[in-house]
């Protein structure tokens, strides 16, 4: 198979990873809603999966792909729980608003 | 400009764009979409980098998976119009100098990190499958075992907690 990657520098993917992990951040701090907030952890996560890859790619290691592999699986697991206790905040509180938890201070 | 290099500032374009109207857009259901739309353009950056296991792995499990379940919950809590209370100003400020700073700080110290001569290692067979199958079940067999009791924990503790409680 051709490479494709010739011509791009591994600092390109560097900053857009930094970029996407930077816009995930800014989600969980700038919204309310919980459910955003969890899809910005994914955006997240998702920014550092693309980073492992291209490492993995300009070291020809393989342990770095098997990584993003094992963190897709813990994405999967976090989402499935996560989006549980969601079901059961909105049940007991009629919101997905995360200033609706403020009784959990202590 | 090579090919590949236009190929590169479209898909980042797209994936940052759509990752911006993640966090923009009022409306959950368009949140979700665009988040797919953001997947696809890392998937796609994938494929660029020759995990082609990886890419669709991730589509299945991203796209196919996570997000749709993501729609459910937001329809079964009929969240899909307007309901987000605004913010006060305050907050919303902090948050984009915040992660401003954040990023100011990554940029900063990879300004001068010593990988921009790395090149591409010259075996780019890494991500097909068969190396990539022999990798996972010869070196990390017991991880791979141990994911699948975190799964098993997971779907329990999902069913668990999405019960309605019986008094």
Redesign the interface.
């Known amino acids: ?1 051709k ?14 990873s ?10 969980v ?5 919980a ?2 907030i ?3 952890v ?2 997240m996560l ?1 920014a550092v ?2 980073l492992m ?2 490492f ?8 770095g ?2 990584f ?3 963190v ?10 996560g ?6 905040i ?1 049940r007991n509180t009629k919101s ?2 995360i200033d609706a938890l403020n009784r959990l201070k202590w | 400009m090579l090919l590949s290099q236009y190929l590169f500032f479209f898909l980042s374009f797209v994936a940052v764009l759509s990752a911006l109207m993640v966090i923009l857009d009022k409306n959950p259901v368009h949140s979700v979409l665009y988040l797919v739309i953001t997947f696809f353009a890392i998937a796609a950056h994938y494929l660029i980098l020759n995990a082609q296991f990886l890419a669709v792995v991730h589509i299945i499990v991203y796209a196919g998976a996570i997000m749709v379940l993501f729609l459910y919950v937001i329809m079964m809590l009929n969240l899909n119009k307007d309901i987000e209370p605004h913010k006060k100003n305050i907050p919303k400020i902090a948050a984009v100098i915040s992660a401003g700073v954040l990023m100011m700080a990554f940029v900063a110290l990879l300004k001068d990190a010593e990988v921009s001569m790395l090149p591409a290692a010259r075996n780019s067979n890494i991500g097909l499958i068969d190396s990539l199958g022999k990798v996972l079940f010869r070196e990390y067999m017991l991880p791979f075992e141990i994911s699948s009791i975190l799964f098993l924990s997971a779907m329990v503790g999902a069913v668990l907690l999405s019960k309605k409680e019986i008094n």
Not at chain 1, 56 to 63: C, E, N
């Open positions: 198979m490479d494709v990657i010739i011509g791009i520098p591994i600092q390109w993917y560097i900053y857009l930094v970029a996407l992990f930077c816009i995930g951040v800014l989600g701090l700038f919204r309310r809603n459910i955003i969890f899809m910005c994914e955006l998702n999966n693309l890859v291209a993995s790619r300009y070291f020809g290691d393989t342990g792909q098997v993003v592999f094992f897709m699986v813990v994405a999967a697991a976090e989402v499935a729980v989006l549980a206790i969601l079901m059961m909105y997905t608003d």
